[in-house]
């Protein structure tokens, strides 16, 4: 509140004490009135007076309460949310059993462990470092605990060992890429991102990928929608008890399903009926009532890639998800995590370039091991894959 808003709530408060003790000193002189029926409808007409009073001068101390008590509960909603990440970021709860242990705190299973190693375990103790990097020297205390202050210097240490990691200094690099014109035709040149370096500028199929804003230079793409559902359930998960949520999961699991089966029907007149209905589906989802926070920035991905979610509509052949190439890079990526990555960008690209090719030979049904020994075997002629 500001301290405009703090004095107007003081006066309002000084206007409510003044109209108070008039209306009770009225209430009280009516009361030693005989109790005659004037005496008493004056009375209770007085009364009404009062009470109304109150309640009108009430009001606005009540108003920047009721605000006050909703800016409360979202804050508690936001630090439960930013909890959560974190411990799912710091490996201390997983997904999969977060709401679990919410749940039922009481669970036995829940109930934290005794401190400490179980009864008749050996001890164990700090190993002594092998490399001592500085030493320094500390004088014995200045006084005894009798009060003396003579104190002798013996050449016997009590020894300490202190272990310090060098604070990380955080290194920032611009990157700026110069553009270019070409001297012919004028043309302004620019470095390609990423993506377009790895299919190049005339690729003509479709991506399935997710939202990531690095896929938005692709002309045609398909979003992933299981990471929308993921994003919505790990929403659900904090907020257990929302009814807009699950309405919100439902309407896309229904949006998905009859996707799925307008997407096998025959091409004609029907499919092209269905294929409008459902865009005035998807449509009306974004117009959905949702909890605030996470879902309010939901519903705007759809809106902002509506036809880029209902493209597997229109193709047979195209999956609504693209679980299929992060299930084909997991080994990859598993192999670089515990081979402690490439020391040089040279063997990172052959490392997938490996990959690819062993990947590949499991899709053509063939056994990589034997497809290799015939490759590094002399005059081989190795068959022909269908790419």
């Known amino acids: 509140m500001t301290y405009d808003d703090v004095q107007n709530l003081k006066d309002s408060i000084n206007k409510l004490n003044r109209s108070a003790k008039s209306s009770k000193r009225i209430i009280r002189a009516f009361e030693k009135i005989s109790d005659s029926p004037a005496g008493k409808e004056k009375l209770y007409s007085e009364q009404k007076i009062y009470i109304s009073v109150l309640e009108e001068k009430c009001r606005p101390l009540k108003e920047p309460t009721i605000e006050q008590e909703k800016q409360i509960e979202e804050l508690k909603l936001n630090n439960k949310r930013s909890n959560q990440q974190v411990r799912y970021a710091y490996g201390k709860e997983s997904k999969s059993n977060a709401a679990s242990s919410q749940d039922n705190p009481y669970d036995s299973k829940n109930t934290p462990k005794k401190r400490g190693a179980p009864k008749g375990h050996k001890g164990n103790t700090r190993p002594i470092p092998d490399k001592v990097d500085f030493t320094q020297r500390v004088s014995p205390p200045d006084t005894c605990t009798c009060g003396c202050n003579k104190i002798l ?22 990157m700026r890429y110069m553009r270019g014109k070409c001297c012919q035709c004028g043309e302004i040149l620019r470095h390609l991102n990423a993506v377009k370096d790895i299919l190049g500028e005339d690729f003509e199929g479709i991506v ?28 659900r998960k904090i907020l257990k008890n929302s009814v807009l949520l699950k309405k919100f999961d439902d309407r896309i699991r229904c949006f998905i399903n009859d996707g799925l089966r307008i997407q096998k029907m025959e091409s004609g007149d029907l499919k092209e009926t269905e294929i409008r209905k459902l865009e005035k589906t998807l449509a009306a989802i974004t117009k959905m009532k949702v909890t605030k926070g996470k879902a309010e920035t939901l519903i705007k991905r759809i809106k902002k890639y509506q036809t880029e979610i209902i493209r597997f509509v229109n193709h047979p052949e195209l ?28 063997g ?40």
């Open 153 to 174: 210097e013996l050449e016997k240490y009590d020894i300490k060992y202190l272990e310090d990691i060098p604070p990380v200094n955080k290194v920032v690099t611009e």
């Open 208 to 235: 399935v990928c997710d939202f990531y804003a690095a896929y938005n230079c692709i002309e045609k793409t398909q979003r992933c929608l299981v990471h929308l559902l993921r994003d919505i359930s790990d929403e």
């Open 319 to 346: 999956e609504y998800h693209n679980n299929r190439a992060e299930r084909q890079i997991r080994p990859i990526v598993i192999s670089r995590k515990i081979s402690y990555q490439s020391n040089t960008d040279e």
């Open 348 to 387: 990172a690209k052959k490392n997938c370039i490996l990959h690819s090719v062993m990947e590949t030979l499991r899709l053509q049904k063939l056994k990589p091991a034997v497809i290799m020994k015939q490759i590094m075997s002399a005059n081989t002629i190795l068959p022909v894959f269908q790419f």
